[in-house]
């Protein structure tokens, strides 16, 4: 069994060890509750069953995708979007005036007046009391439009991000300055568009993924020069992330490393405060799925009884509104839920990922490091059921444009030549 930096398995362990770890050093922040063995036998059911059957898929791979793992690098005539950066930038500034016009708008009617911060910082405020169930008189949400081109822009910086780092090493350099400076343009982007920390976090691990699948494909090894980037990039995120905190005003109470440490711990954390209470919350599975189908059927949600307002666990102080990925499952579905669950997306990543592996189709690492964010998101919620609906039917279309677009320039390229 191969131990890769991008593998599920180690995604997920990383991920589920930063998450238990958190909630136990920060049990000052939880009221000191105690340990509940509903919350651990939840835990050590949906991660058993996650690496069980990443195990399992590990060993029947090989017949399935072959033996050997193909290596990739990519010519600058090959990038489909790494020389068109300036169309990134252009795509960032009309992503967020169209957002904020939307923002702007229902702020308008809720009543809200100020600077550009001050009106995101208001709708931000909106959308978390609306969660809470604590509703204004008037709803507003983020058009289509405005929500389209926000994924757009994140699935064409994936692409970029994982081009670039697939390059050969000297075009590489000659963009990595350009695209320093664009990612922090991304970043900015994603914060004010409401997005938060969690789409940077999610582009964060896609870059990560498509480094180590890098490293695994053209077999170089790992040395003490790239161990020191890594911490360096490591040490740049948890900066940027504080940053970005701060300036959401969610650390007035706790330190940058209470902070941290309440973001990885806190779905750990409220499902054990959860079972501590006695409480079994019907959370929403499949919520994108559910809201598609409610368009065409408006009564379903009434018929279902789905509830569909987030709870929230209160603390000293704080309050959280995330349970992992596994509570969902459980409350409508018990233990069973939590193993098909934990199965369903074990063998799904476990296949993507060996394919990206056993690939010389960028796309197909680009899916497999775009997605990874969901096994990430299993320590605080279930990103996976979120997906599936509408979401998903726009990545996928905009990854077949860029395949589409791919192929013509491909064909043209081909007829020239022959020509």
């Given amino acids: 069994m191969r131990q890769e930096l991008a593998s599920p398995i ?13 909630s136990l050093c920060g049990k000052y922040i939880w009221d000191n509750i105690g340990d509940q063995s509903k919350t651990i036998l939840v835990l050590a059911t949906g991660i058993a069953s996650f690496l069980i059957v990443s195990i399992i898929v590990g060993c029947i791979k090989p017949r399935v995708f072959g033996q050997n793992v193909r290596a990739l690098v990519l010519t600058e005539d090959q990038a489909i979007i790494v020389p068109h950066y300036k169309l990134i930038i252009l795509l960032c500034v009309i992503t967020f005036m169209v957002y904020y016009a939307d923002i702007k708008s229902i702020a308008n009617e809720l009543g809200f007046s100020g600077g550009i911060l001050d009106t ?13 169930g604590r509703e204004y008189s008037v709803e507003g949400s983020i058009s289509f439009v405005a929500g389209l081109l926000f994924r757009v822009l994140e699935i064409v910086s994936a692409y970029a991000l994982v081009e670039l780092i697939f390059l050969k090493e000297k ?3 000659r963009y990595y300055k350009k695209y320093c400076i664009i990612l922090i343009l991304i970043f900015i982007t994603f914060y004010l568009c409401g997005g938060g920390r969690s789409p940077i976090v999610h582009l964060i691990l896609c870059i990560i993924c498509a480094a180590g699948l890098y490293l695994t494909k053209n077999r170089i090894k790992i040395d003490l020069s790239f161990t020191a980037k890594i911490v360096c990039a490591v040490i740049v995120t948890l900066i940027i992330f504080i940053v970005f905190t701060y300036f959401r005003g969610e650390t007035l109470k706790l330190s940058p490393i209470g902070y941290i440490t309440f973001f990885f711990g806190s779905g750990v954390s409220s499902l054990n405060a959860a079972f501590s209470h006695n409480d079994t919350y019907s959370i929403t599975i499949f919520s994108s799925f ?16 789905i509830s569909s307002i987030q709870p929230w666990i209160r603390f000293d102080g704080y309050s959280s509104n995330v349970f992992t990925g596994f509570y969902g499952y459980y409350s409508h579905f018990g233990l069973l839920g939590v193993t098909i669950y934990a199965i369903i997306s074990g063998a799904l990543f476990s296949l993507l990922y060996e394919r990206a592996l056993k690939s010389e189709r960028l796309d197909s690492i680009v899916i497999y490091c775009f997605y990874i964010y969901i096994i990430f998101d ?6 996976f059921g979120t997906l599936i609906g509408v979401p998903l039917i726009e990545y996928m279309l905009c990854l077949g444009i860029i395949k589409y677009y791919h192929r013509r320039r491909v064909i043209i390229e081909g007829n020239n030549v022959s020509g």
């Fill in 378 to 383: 299993m320590i605080r919620t279930d990103s």
């Fill in 171 to 173: 075009v590489r350099k």
């Fill in 290 to 305: 559910i809201d598609l189908i409610s368009k065409i059927y408006p009564n379903i949600i009434d018929k279902l009884d």
């Fill in 10 to 22: 180690s995604i997920f362990t990383i991920s589920f060890l930063c998450a238990i770890g958190s």
């Fill in 120 to 132: 995101l910082s208001r709708y931000r405020e909106y959308v978390i009391q609306s969660a809470q």
